[in-house]
């Protein structure tokens, strides 16, 4: 089965995408083409919107996380990325990265914020909650 699904967070900045792999002990490898999958469309969901069959598989980048058999690729879309992943459960990556990839969504946001809020000379402080992580920046 293949359920290659878009992750829906717009990836502008490959550093923070980096430290946030480096955050949750996942691998970046730059510059590696393909991504692990199922291997072959079988229609049974529409393919993400953007994307058609011949690139399913295909990347600019791809992203190792531990004990998944199958691999996010990170795909080069004009002036962004977009990540593209089979959610099949067989490939372990929907229980390491959350529902809709939310873990790694989460990791993303936290480092893009953080450089930004570097870039403003701010001092930011993190602290986990129930909820999840809050940052705060002050002057």
């Known amino acids: 089965m ?6 829906e967070v717009r990836i502008d900045s490959l550093d923070a995408l980096k430290l946030a792999c480096h955050r949750l002990g996942f691998q970046f490898n730059q510059n590696q083409t393909t991504y692990k999958w199922f291997g072959r469309w079988v229609g049974d969901e529409p393919l993400p919107e953007g994307v058609s069959e011949e690139e399913l598989g295909k990347c600019h980048h791809a992203i190792i996380v531990p004990e998944c058999e199958y691999e996010i690729g990170v ?3 004009e002036s962004h990325y ?6 099949w459960y067989r490939g372990g990556l929907k229980k390491k990265i959350g529902k809709n990839a ?3 969504k989460q990791a993303y946001s ?3 914020i953080r450089a930004e ?3 403003r000379s701010y001092r930011i402080t993190e ?4 909820q999840g992580i809050r940052l705060t920046l002050t002057c």
């Open 2 to 7: 293949s359920h290659i699904s878009k992750i």
């Open 127 to 130: 602290k986990r909650t129930p």
């Open 82 to 87: 977009i990540l593209l992943w089979d959610s």
């Open 75 to 77: 795909v080069k879309r």
């Open 117 to 119: 809020a570097r870039k």
């Open 110 to 112: 936290i480092e893009k």
């Open 102 to 104: 939310g873990i790694l």
